[in-house]
């Protein structure tokens, strides 16, 4: 037990000072750790909003429109398969959150009943429910509603979605480690550490971004038009940059859901504006689109506000192009921010914001600190007047274990919360419960009568068996608190497992390789303990 192959020394001091200097750059301001060579660790732990002070934005999503816009999804589908079917319809249309379709020969009802009704799948977890129900009403008219199945499975999938897009959203902006997590059904937390602006916050990720391409209906009536009245089969929309409103058609040529890059460059004039790409199959759909409409405008409309409406004076066969208008430098990044993340599924609302100062974060950070000096102080002093040489070993291991706790935090990018500095000071009270433990059960065999060598042998050898076994209960409750928790409870768990995986390494390991060294070299017969 008290064995140690020069392989295994070499082995504990490698890892033990490769944790040292990873938490080193720590103690070291931001700009002097930019400047040292590549080779030298660099890794900084990352702060988060309670310490470094950010935005937190509590989202909201609109979950009527999820039903809403599924069904406006199902449109085109429904017209696929009723011209498959080959039955005849009219009256297509949906409102007050159902899909109503005409079936104008009675003779292919059921053909178009059957067709309709292999649109609908089953839901998750509930065996024989469908997310969509297809029902005949006044004789020829069928009507697709949503089951409620369906619009929780609906929901689910839209507000997991609209968190990846966030997220995405966020990292364009270059901040690190955002906590953007769903809270119950329908609602998104956002905290973005280092961002003092909640606005321009807002402003990136409430936006929908749902881009459209559409013809304009130049046949329609600017009178009426101006009267917000516009033809069946067409719609009126508003401009982002000046009054007025256009007339342009329902159904979109091409939808932002097929491009595959945005990014800032600037027009003809020099001008900022956001340019963008589609990948090959939607490529092929804007080429043909501007082909078949050469000399006639056309929109391009973002969250159902019309950017700009030039003429297509050529077909457009890259496949890419520009979005250009009244835009800044700023702007027309940001636009191309929310071109690249995509568009939300589902609209999202602001109902709680707040910002926090650095200068609360820097009180935090002081305190916390405090507190773990003086948790070592008076750990270190219990453990010396108590147990005095192997007491030393404890605090000298317990040191380590800090340093080790903040290199494993910071190579591994893992945020320190408020909450995580409770769980470091407690990890540093509970880090000497092991050499407790293995300190007592030396005593005890002391008391026995056995010797020195025979004592430490026994005392590290069961007491470790102990300790492994609690431990192993300890890091089981740390993984679930971070499976299950969120925001603060989740930065808790991680210093709590690190620290508990770290301590075990350096109370029994380390302390027991102090130990066998002094045994090895000084031979005792006497042990004060």
Known sequence: MLDFPAWK?????????????????????????NNWPSFLPKSRLNLGLDLRGGSHLMLEAETSDVRKAKLEALEDSVRT?????????????????????????????DRAVEALRKLSSPTQGLTGVRD??????????IVITETDAGTAEAIDSAMAQAVEVIRKRIDELGTREPTIVRQGTNRIVVQVPGLQDPEALKALIGKTAKLEFKLVDIAADPALAAQGRAPAGSQVLGFTDQPGAIVVKRRAIITGDQLIDAGLTTDQNGQPAASFRFDSNGGRKFAKATQDNVGKPFAIILDNKVISAPNINE??????????????????????????SGKLPVELKVVEERTVGPDLGADSIRAGTIAGIVAVIAVSLLMILTYGRFGIYAVLALILNVFMILGLMSVGGFTLTLPGIAGLVLTIGAAVDANVLINERIREERRKG????????????????TIWDANSLNIIVAIIMFLFGSGPIKGFAVVLAIGIATSVFTAVTVVRLMASNWLRTRRPVALAI
């Open 81 to 109: 398969e009723l011209r498959d079917a080959k039955a005849p319809f009219a009256d297509l249309s949906t409102a007050n959150e159902r899909l109503s379709v005409t079936i104008t020969d009675p003779t292919t009802l």
């Open 132 to 141: 969509i129900e297809v029902n005949v009403v006044d004789g020829n008219r």
């Open 315 to 340: 077909p457009i066969l890259g496949g890419s192009g520009i979005i250009s208008g009244s835009f800044t430098t700023e702007s027309a990044n940001n636009l191309a921010i929310l071109l690249r």
């Open 450 to 465: 056995k010797g020195v060598v025979q004592s430490v042998e026994v005392g590290f050898r069961d007491a470790t068996r």
């Open 9 to 33: 020394v070499w082995l504990i001091a490698l890892v033990s000072a490769l944790c040292v200097g990873l938490a080193v750059p720590n103690f070291f301001p931001e700009s002097t750790v």
